[in-house]
């Protein structure tokens, strides 16, 4: 995350350009969908950005049967679907004849020795100096034999003037036990500052905003503890069911999939101590502190601040939609959960007596990620022989997507002769203020890797301490049966233990 101060005065029109150094990118699975969808488009639009390096070209390795030629007429198709700006032919030219296919058996020594002499020939003619970002787009199985493979050419070892960097993807492990010994997979071969484990939360413009708004402005931070602060809500819900990903989300569930990354990264940023400075492992650290500050759950915990659920048949924007157990791919009578909420403290200085409270679900009424802080209450209502019996607390929102921005919730007077309080919202609206920047949310991943910042990626700590949170949870429900699901219709927030979770607080969920 590359923080430059920009004129004040000038804020719309002055980005800069600093295009990351000359490189090559190697993407393993590039047969697969998320080189077509996210990977090619991204670094496309690091191109129209002026941020790839003159020097660059890009290699996909996969078993698939194509060749250069016919890898490079497929990503031309395929990016007229996937491009997320205008197509400019001339760019796209350039960008294509650097784009080179190799076919290749992920566990063959055979396919190694030919990278690298692709590699070295492709350096040769662009330059790209022997700096190469590895992408894993493939499935977790293969991040050990594929590094191994790579350590056995010798491609993995950095040196003064080059460099070696490494992008995997989640899932890292399924629970504490396997996420370590994947984390001892890749250490016992990689440097930690060469693994960048990516996790598309934290390359959304408004989730890393959530630093900067913080840290950079000095009016909310006095505010940011639990002399003001009541509680916090983090909602991610999703309109769409589990898609064509039924066998994959049958041995994943929301919990595994969403909360000790995507949901605990927002948490983790909204909720941590200021670091001293940005470099990444400051940030990390901070991080890592905050999720390590949870308050662990007992079994009883589990039972009372964790709640379950799955979606039954429903509707979704008028449309009818099949319940979970219906789905492609679902065991009949899965008990795979497609939602989940709690309610975690954290035992820090800042945070006692603050709940957070955390819910994600698939086939949910709307699509929406968003923070919702609920201040406290004035300490006293003033309004003595007036008809205002109460005050509204203030909210703070930080809409993450679809609609990207920050509002604030504030009571104001009404209009007339009697004194009434309403809550009205000052609104800041990313789109309307600075015009539709449309990406891929890839980008600053990529092109933090290409120029080593780490600061939006995972550490293995970071990681660990995730599912050290949630190891209470998996251990209590496997080890008891849902007996209620199906337990929520498709197009509700979920079941109805949900809403109880928050409303025993005497809160209420914001939407
Ligand atoms: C992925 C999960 O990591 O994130 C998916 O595996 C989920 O199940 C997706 O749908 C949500 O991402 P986004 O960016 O659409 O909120």
Redesign the pocket.
């Known amino acids: 995350m590359t923080i430059t101060v920009i004129d004040q005065s000038n804020t719309k029109s002055n980005l800069c350009e600093m295009p990351a150094g000359p490189c090559a990118v190697v993407i393993f699975g590039a047969a697969g969908d998320l080189t077509k969808r996210k990977l090619l488009p991204s670094l496309y639009n690091l191109r129209l950005n002026k941020l790839l390096p003159e020097s660059f070209a890009v290699i996909g390795v996969s078993r698939t049967d194509k060749n250069t030629d016919s890898f490079r007429d497929e990503l031309t198709t395929s990016m007229e679907e996937y491009a997320t700006r205008p197509f400019d032919s001339d760019q796209w030219d350039w960008f294509k004849d650097r784009i080179y296919y190799l076919k290749g058996n992920f566990e063959d020594p055979q396919s190694y020795i030919e990278l690298k002499k692709l590699l070295s020939s492709v350096d040769q003619k662009f330059g790209t100096q022997g700096n190469y970002l590895f992408y894993l787009a493939t499935g977790e199985d293969y991040f050990k034999p594929i590094i191994e493979q790579i350590s056995k050419v010798q491609l993995h070892q950095c040196s003064e003037d080059q460099w070696r960097h490494f992008i995997i993807e989640?899932p890292f492990g399924r629970d504490l036990e396997s996420a370590r010994k994947l984390n001892k997979h890749l250490l016992a071969i990689l440097k930690e500052n060469q693994i960048y484990r990516i996790d598309?939360?934290l390359g959304?413009e408004t989730v890393q905003n959530i630093l900067v708004f913080r840290f950079g402005n000095s009016i909310f931070e006095p505010a940011w503890t639990n002399h003001y602060i009541d509680h916090v809500q983090i909602t991610?819900a999703?309109t769409?069911g589990v898609e064509s990903?039924g066998g994959f989300?049958e041995t994943a569930g929301a919990l595994r999939?969403?909360v000790p990354?995507?949901m605990f990264q927002l948490l983790s940023l909204i909720a941590m101590e200021p670091p001293t400075t940005f470099d990444a492992d400051v940030v990390r650290t901070k991080r890592a502190e905050l999720i390590n500050a949870i308050r662990p759950l007992s079994y009883d915990d589990v039972q009372t601040s964790v709640v379950r659920g799955q979606y039954d048949k429903g509707e979704i924007d008028g449309q009818e939609v099949q319940a979970y157990r219906s789905e492609n791919r679902i065991a009949k009578d899965s008990t795979v959960e497609t939602f989940v909420a709690l309610k975690l403290m954290i035992d820090n200085w800042r945070w006692v007596d603050v709940p957070f409270y955390l819910r994600t679900g698939k086939r949910l009424p709307k699509r929406t990620?968003e923070i919702a802080i609920q201040f406290k209450s004035p300490p006293a209502c003033l309004f003595r022989n007036t008809t205002v019996s109460h005050l509204m607390p203030n909210y703070l929102i930080m809409h993450m997507?679809p609609h990207e921005g920050i509002s604030l919730q504030i009571g104001a007077k009404l209009p007339g002769p009697l004194l009434q309080i309403g809550s009205v919202q000052m609104d800041f609206d990313y789109q309307d203020y600075f015009g539709p920047s449309p990406s891929t949310?890839y980008e600053t991943l990529i092109y933090d890797c290409m120029v080593g910042d780490q600061t939006l990626f995972q550490r293995d700590d970071n990681v660990e301490a995730g599912w050290k949170v949630v190891e209470p949870i998996q251990e209590v429900w496997n080890s008891t049966r849902p007996l209620d699901f199906p337990n929520y219709a498709a197009g509700t927030w979920g079941p109805h233990s949900a809403k109880s979770l928050i409303e025993k607080d005497g809160r209420h969920w914001q939407i």
């Open positions: 989640k598309h939360y959304k991610v999703e769409v990903r989300y999939d969403m990354n995507h990620t997507q949310g």
